[in-house]
């Protein structure tokens, strides 16, 4: 089982950027897939971006398209997300996830997460 540890989080005014990381642990991270996810106070845990283990394909909710990236560097046992143009409807806290699973660009096809970090936008 990988194990994640995400950083990067903070607080941050509209129109702001952060980029995350999310640190894996095991040599089995360049075979999942791997997404990050976010949870809003309040509100069910949403999947916002998603990528393959080699990067072929990409997935991202209407939500953060064009504003978010997703990568990774296996090499490192690294994923990241660039945030940019960030909105005070962006607060929570963000998790990566990782899948060996289809069901890579779902919610429901992940089951292994970090401890999340927050983030905070205001206006």
């Known amino acids: 089982q990988v194990q994640m540890v995400e950083s990067g989080g903070g607080s941050v005014q509209a129109g702001g950027s952060l980029r995350l990381s999310c640190a894996a642990s095991?040599?089995?991270?360049?075979?999942?897939?791997m997404a990050w996810c976010r949870q809003a106070p309040g509100k069910t845990r949403e999947i916002i971006a998603a990528m393959t283990s080699t990067g072929g394909s990409f997935w991202y909710a209407d939500s953060v398209k064009g504003r978010f990236k997703i990568s990774r560097d296996n090499a490192k046992s690294e994923g990241y997300l660039q945030m940019n143009d960030l909105e005070p409807e962006d607060t929570a806290v963000y998790y990566c996830?990782?899948?060996?699973?289809?069901?890579?660009?779902?919610?429901?096809?992940?089951?292994?997460w970090g401890q999340g970090t927050r983030v905070t936008v205001s206006l």
């Open positions: 095991g040599r089995t991270f360049s075979f999942s897939a």
């Open positions: 996830a990782t899948t060996y699973g289809r069901n890579w660009n779902s919610l429901r096809g992940y089951d292994n």
